[in-house]
């Protein structure tokens, strides 16, 4: 835990079922009109009231237009790696290096754990996740569930991330790791939380 007054923390999910939930936040909260027109946006030819979760995976424009969202989403995140227009190993290796810097790694792949550590940490739900919200994080997305069994769509998924993938496995040992080690530190990050929102 950093001795500094500054506390960094990060989360980390499923990099493909956070996927699933971008895609529901910038769609699934739009009309139906919006969504056309954000579709339009990035260029995008699909149907959104017709296409399947496959379909906009399987699209051109998912690895071109929406890459942001579809393609190694933490490593540009921790590196800026897109930027220099290319994500590889090195940016791997940097990005496991900055997790390193971090005061707490929170692991959210079910709401049971999101709820856990926004309590532990007195966040409440300022971490974005809502019960029945539309518009909040989609915890419980299940890429594999939400695929219907394409095999091809998920295949995609897996290509386009492998290196969040790795980085994924790596910043999850450390997520646990880091919170046996400073559970105690963790909790009065959670008070410290607590005065900063003046509570």
Avoid: W
């Amino acid at each position: 835990m950093s001795s500094n007054k500054y506390l960094y923390m990060t989360t980390i999910r499923n990099p493909l079922n956070r996927i699933i939930s971008h895609l529901h936040h910038e769609l699934c909260i739009r009309t139906v009109e919006s969504a056309r027109e954000y579709m339009a946006h990035h260029h995008c030819d699909v149907d959104i009231v017709s296409a399947t979760l496959s379909d906009i995976i399987l699209s051109d424009c998912f690895n071109k237009t929406l890459g942001f969202i579809a393609s190694n989403y933490y490593i540009n995140m921790f590196t800026g790696c897109k930027i220099r227009r290319m994500c590889d190993s090195s940016s791997l290796q940097e990005a496991i290096r900055k997790l390193d810097a971090m005061s707490v790694i929170v692991k959210t792949d079910t709401s049971v754990e999101y709820i856990k550590y926004s309590k532990l940490l007195d966040l409440k739900f300022s971490m974005g996740y809502r019960p029945s919200y539309r518009s909040g994080t989609h915890i419980d997305s299940d890429a594999t569930k939400m695929l219907g069994g394409n095999h091809t769509a998920m295949q995609r998924l897996l290509a386009m991330n492998e290196l969040d993938m790795e980085f994924y496995e790596v910043a999850s040992r450390k997520a646990v790791e880091n919170f046996e080690k400073d559970r105690d530190a963790l909790v009065q990050m959670g008070k410290f939380s607590s005065l900063y929102k003046g509570g």
